[in-house]
């Protein structure tokens, strides 16, 4: 009886297993490398065989031929792109699929380094959950993320660079930019889509003025979670530009508009020019009247 019921259990195994394929060529980013099958030691990554990067490679454009299916690719470890070559200040990066299906680029572990545009085409989903995004820091430095391409941002550490959602989504629900530097804005265009959640943070960022191209919510319609726990940092600003630039463009909390009327019910801003969200009332708040009347004046 025993044997019996021990076989079922051996046989589902074998139908959910999963085959693997690890990049074992040429460095990533340079002569299509990813598209060649004796670059991987099991044939090139595709439905049911997910390829698996950890090694250094160069800024470059590579692309997974898909064949309709879908496709998973995680880079775990090694740089791509030179941090002690400044040469690399103005190369690309750009991720791509062909072929009808999709691709999901895994980013957990893996770094890139100096990058001006990192983009990420149609088709492709990125998911960051751990490692190390440095932008060269010059003017327009970015994630650009294409139409029909979406970013989920939960984990990682970036600097010198902006998120740009062209007709696309956007999701920043974890990580933190420590520079967000001059015209390295966050923004969304065409009918782009930029959502923030989590413990998604900005700290630190530069600028002189409201007003001018430094300004991170430059012409962006923005979506913050009500359960957001992060923070955005500008040393220079107070509730005032706070406010005054958030009225410059469409900023969201739980599906309220802010602007400076209601602010206070949403935000407070500290002495280091730190923006926080007010957490909404517990539970065991709300049993008062006190945290009766605050949640109806933040849903009002």
Do not use: C
């Not at 490692?131 to 979406?150: D, E, K, M, P, Y």
């Amino acid at each position: 009886m025993k044997a019996l019921k021990f076989i079922p259990i051996i046989t589902l195994t074998a139908i959910h297993a999963h085959a693997a394929t690890s990049f074992i060529g040429d460095p990533i980013g340079t002569d299509d490398s990813l598209g060649i099958a004796s670059n991987w030691d099991n044939g090139l990554p595709g439905s049911g065989n997910d390829g698996s990067i950890s090694t250094d490679g160069e800024l470059g454009n590579i692309s997974i031929a898909n064949g309709g299916s879908s496709v998973t690719v995680t880079h775990s470890s090694g740089t791509i792109g030179d941090p002690n070559d400044e040469i690399t200040n103005y190369r690309d990066f750009s991720i791509s699929t062909s072929g009808g299906g999709s691709l999901t680029w895994q980013v957990d572990g893996g770094n890139y380094a100096e990058f001006r545009v990192f983009t990420v085409g149609s088709g492709v989903t990125l998911n960051v959950t751990d490692g190390i995004l440095a932008g060269s820091g010059t003017g327009g430095t970015r994630l650009q993320v294409a139409s029909g391409a979406v970013a989920n941002i939960t984990g990682g550490t970036f600097s010198g660079m902006g998120f740009w959602a062209d007709g696309s989504t956007i999701n920043l629900l974890g990580g933190t930019i420590d520079n967000l530097v001059s015209n390295t804005v966050i923004r969304t265009y065409n009918g782009g889509i930029l959502n923030i959640g989590g413990d998604f943070s900005i700290n630190g960022m530069a600028s002189t003025a409201v007003g001018n191209n430094n300004n991170f919510f430059t012409a962006s319609e923005w979506t913050i979670a009500a359960d957001w726990t992060g923070s955005m940092t500008n040393e220079a600003w107070g509730r005032t530009e706070w406010v005054t630039e958030i009225e410059s463009t469409t900023l969201t909390v739980g599906g309220v508009q802010i602007n400076d009327s209601n602010f206070d019910d949403y935000f407070t801003v500290n002495g280091t020019g730190t923006l926080s969200a007010i957490p909404e009332p517990s539970s065991s708040a709300l049993l008062g009247l006190g945290g009766l009347a605050l949640i109806m004046r933040r849903r009002k």
